[in-house]
């Protein structure tokens, strides 16, 4: 009777349980660059919906303040801020440095070639319009934030017009 229960044990061998890990290293392998791409592409896309909303922000003091507000673009830097153009003080708020500019999250880089700086009148248009060009941090993913003269903000493939 004690020989019919040890040789019905049941169990993994060593062989397949290194089958198991020599598999799912495999797929960790081919899954790892995918991963990747998939981080950095919701970083951009994180960056630009912030872009956008601060966009928004500065269109909204415009409006609610009756004023013009300008988003000034500092692409060397990598960072924004709101004037008011009417005394040329900065929009200073918590986030901001002591200048009025703010950085977007995740180190994002942002660059502009037609336009450095965006205003907005009281009734939320602008006669700037023009693509900002979000990137992740290591510049392998990237947007564009496009402002119309209507003050509409939309997100787009990098190359949309």
């Known amino acids: 009777m004690l020989e019919r229960v040890l040789s019905n044990s049941r169990g993994l061998t060593i062989a397949e349980l290194l ?3 020599g598999i799912i290293g495999i797929v960790s392998v081919t899954a790892f660059p995918v991963f990747v791409n998939f981080l950095q592409a919701t970083q951009t896309r994180g960056a630009a919906r912030e872009l956008v909303d601060l966009l928004n922000q500065a269109r909204q003091l415009a409006i609610a303040t009756n004023s013009r507000y300008q988003v000034e673009i500092d692409t060397a830097n990598n960072r924004l801020r709101f004037v008011r153009t009417n005394n040329g003080q900065p929009w ?3 986030g901001t440095d002591g200048q009025g500019y703010r950085r977007l999250e995740n180190q994002a880089r ?3 070639t037609n336009r450095p700086a ?5 009734l939320g248009t602008t006669p700037d319009t023009g ?3 979000v990137q992740d941090s290591s510049g392998h993913s990237s947007l564009g934030v496009v402002v119309s003269t209507t003050g509409r903000i939309r997100i787009c493939p990098p190359n949309c017009p």
Request: charged share 5%; glycine share 0%.
């Open 110 to 112: 942002l660059s502009n």
């Open 19 to 21: 089958v198991t890990i």
């Open 131 to 133: 693509t900002i060009t």
């Open 92 to 94: 200073i708020e918590p």
């Open 118 to 122: 965006f205003a907005f009148n009281p």
